[in-house]
């Protein structure tokens, strides 16, 4: 079974450091490509960033939004099977669920529980 | 990047049809065929129920159907049952390693 899950959130003040964690069982980072969604309660769902790393093809392709671009350094571990979401500099504005999906047919299939992000002082 | 534009609420009763739409640009929507659709419920995750516009992933019911016409997406649902009511969120490949997703559309069933 496919599954993910994110772990790392927390409260932390304006301008601080987070890393959240995105687990991935029942199939392999390392052929896979993983998206990370943000969702502030009452706002709709906004793309963060995307990983992919093909080990055929020896390609690594990382994204980010404009919003997050310069301050959010997505990464993996193959070893634990494990992408990370390193979060710097944050602001309020950054404060969401943080939810990590399988990238899947040009979406996001699977998708974990989320993970909360408070930045407040 | 800017965000897919989907009307913020919709209705109908149970056994109705409902469509959705999902308006971007030609830099989204209109310029790739990967549109896709999730339902999230009230406490949940959102859940792929429609990918690259129209095909629905394995155990989705066939009540479920997407399209395409221009720079618009649509999500209808066929057979309204009250276990429909949810938050349904369109998202499109922008290129470049980007996707962008709407604000959401609340789905009551009457």
């Known amino acids: 079974q496919l599954q993910v899950e994110e772990s790392g959130g927390g409260v932390v003040q304006p301008g601080g450091s987070l890393r959240l964690s995105c687990a991935a069982s029942?199939?392999?980072?390392?052929?896979?490509?993983i998206q990370w969604v943000r969702h502030v309660p009452g706002k709709g769902l906004e793309w963060v960033a995307f990983?992919?790393?093909?080990?055929?093809?020896?390609?690594?392709?990382?994204s980010y939004a404009d919003s997050v671009k310069g301050r959010f350094t997505i990464s993996r571990d193959s070893s634990e099977n494990t992408v990370y979401l390193q979060m710097n500099t944050l602001r309020p504005e950054d404060s969401a669920l943080y939810y990590c999906?399988?990238?899947?047919?040009w979406g996001c299939g699977p998708w974990g529980q989320g993970t909360l992000v408070t930045v407040s002082s | 990047q800017s965000a897919l534009t989907q009307p913020p609420s919709a209705s109908g009763s149970p056994g109705q049809s409902v469509t959705m739409s999902c308006t971007g640009t030609s830099s989204n929507i209109g310029g790739y065929n990967h549109v896709s659709w999730y339902q999230q419920r009230p406490g949940k995750a959102p859940k792929m129920i429609i990918y690259?516009?129209?095909q629905r992933p394995s155990g989705v019911p066939d009540r479920f159907s997407g399209s395409k016409s221009g720079n618009t997406a649509s999500l209808t649902v066929s057979g309204l049952q009250p276990e429909d009511e949810a938050d349904y969120y369109c998202?499109?490949?922008?290129?470049?390693?980007?996707?962008?997703f709407g604000g959401g559309t609340k789905l009551t069933v009457l």
């Open positions: 998202s499109s490949y922008a290129g470049s390693s980007s996707w962008v």
């Open positions: 999906a399988l990238d899947w047919a």
């Open positions: 690259e516009v129209s």
């Open positions: 990983i992919r790393f093909e080990e055929n093809f020896k390609e690594k392709t990382k």
């Open positions: 029942g199939f392999s980072i390392s052929n896979n490509g």
